[in-house]
Each structure stands twice: as C-alpha cells, then as structure tokens.
C-alpha cells in the first residue's frame, strides 16, 4: 500500500542522491585521472544521476498531485514558491544528467564531461538544498502537513 501523502514519502530519494553525487562524481574524476578507475566506471556516476533525475520528475509529479489539498492551509504563494524551486531542482538535475554523460566519451572530451559533470551535480544540490528548504517552511512553519491530518489545525 502507497503512503498517503505519497509525495513526503518520495521526495527523500532525489534529495540523498543530490547530496551523494556530487562529492562521489569528485572522488570518481580524481581516481579515473589517475589511473585508480577506469573511465568506464563513469557510468555509476550517470546511473545516479540518472535515477535523481527521475526521482525529481516523481517528487514533483507527486507535489502537484497533493497541492490543491494543502492549499487549503497554506497560501498558494508559498506552496508555488515551492513549486517552482522544485522544477527548478528538475532542470538543473536534467542538465546535470547531460554533463555527466559527456563524462563517458573517450579520451580528452570525457575528462571535460566529468569536470563539468561535477560542476552541473554541485548546481543540482544548490537547487536541491533551495527545494528543500522551502518544503520544510511549507511543513514546519506554514503547517502543510495539518492537511492531513485528522484533526484541523489548532484542533488537538
């Protein structure tokens, strides 16, 4: 059985993997420069990528899905502050994705493709670290998750 808000539920995924890609697709362009890994073994590096990428697509997804019944305890301004830094997260993960698949070509332009793979996982955990903290505000101090609970706000 799915949990009811699904969207909590999903959105710890995409939110480990910004936090985990970055310094992991540092350590992988370090070791694959020096020999220590092959240049193939990039592609850990893409799958992750690739999985937070579509972990975000299902996070916001979900949000939308919840949003007209939170919104009706929390101002729709910051529930679409929130929306927006979310689909902010998605393209700048998106983006990420492509860079770090430049990472897999041969030689020189694979070395770039990580550099700037890198570089696109730390603007996605920028933008993951925005997302999230504007989630916590619409649950902590605008009281998102008293949408579902039993008892209304102020009620228990």
Not at 62 to 74: F, H, L
Not at 124 to 140: D, F, K, M, R, W
Request: charged letters at 15%.
């Amino acid at each position: 059985m799915l949990p009811e808000p699904l969207h909590p539920a999903v959105v710890h995924l995409p939110m480990a993997l910004a936090v985990l890609v970055p310094p992991l697709a540092l350590a992988w362009t370090y070791a694959i420069a020096k020999g220590l890994l092959s240049p193939r073994s990039w592609a850990t590096i893409a799958l992750l990528q690739v999985l937070g990428t579509g972990s975000a697509w299902l996070a916001l997804e979900t949000g939308e899905a919840d949003e007209e019944r939170v919104e009706r305890v929390v101002a729709e301004r910051h529930i679409e502050a929130h929306e927006e830094a979310g689909e902010r997260f998605l393209l700048f993960s998106g983006g990420a994705v492509l860079m770090v698949a430049a990472g897999l070509l041969p030689g020189s332009a694979g070395l770039v493709g990580r550099l700037l793979g890198t570089l696109g996982a730390f603007a996605a955990l920028a933008a993951a670290v925005q997302v999230g903290h504007s989630g916590g505000e619409l649950v902590y101090r605008h009281g998102a998750g008293s949408a579902y609970s039993e008892a209304g706000p102020g009620e228990r």
